[in-house]
Nanobody, 120 residues
Framework: QVQLVESGGGLVQAGGSLRLSCAAS????????MGWYRQAPGKQRELVAA???????NYSDSAKGRFTISRDNAKNTVYLQMNSLKPEDTAVYYC??????????????WGKGTLVTVSS
């Protein structure tokens, strides 16, 4: 069993900053990729940022230049530093973990989501 625990969401004014954290625990052999997705009301879930176990990163166009994803492999934790937040960043942010266990490869796990609300 794998569990992802998220923290850091909340209400912030436009131009402000938030840092999201997600810690993975459980029957983990190796984490391949950790990342953050978000889903706004009436829209599909979209990738915000992702990072591999080697530190390679990928950002959405909207996140690039404002958000920074980082990872602590020893703690199985991923962070998302969000700066210069805009009202359109308002969404539920979900932590994602793609990992290998002793039996399966490349299985996706999801956190419960944390709400980020940016006021104008």
């Amino acid at each position: 069993q794998v569990q992802l625990v998220e923290s850091g969401g909340g209400l912030v004014q436009a131009g402000g900053s938030l840092r999201l954290s997600c810690a993975a625990s459980g029957s983990i052999y190796r984490i391949n990729t950790m990342g953050w997705y978000r889903q706004a009301p009436g829209k599909q879930r979209e990738l915000v940022a992702a990072i591999t176990r080697y530190g390679s990163t990928n950002y959405s166009d909207s996140a690039k230049g404002r958000f920074t994803i980082s990872r602590d492999n020893a703690k199985n934790t991923v962070y998302l530093q969000m700066n210069s937040l805009k009202p359109e960043d308002t969404a539920v942010y979900y932590c994602n973990c793609n990992l290998d266990s002793t039996k399966y490869y490349g299985v996706d796990y999801w956190g419960k989501g944390t709400l980020v609300t940016v006021s104008s």
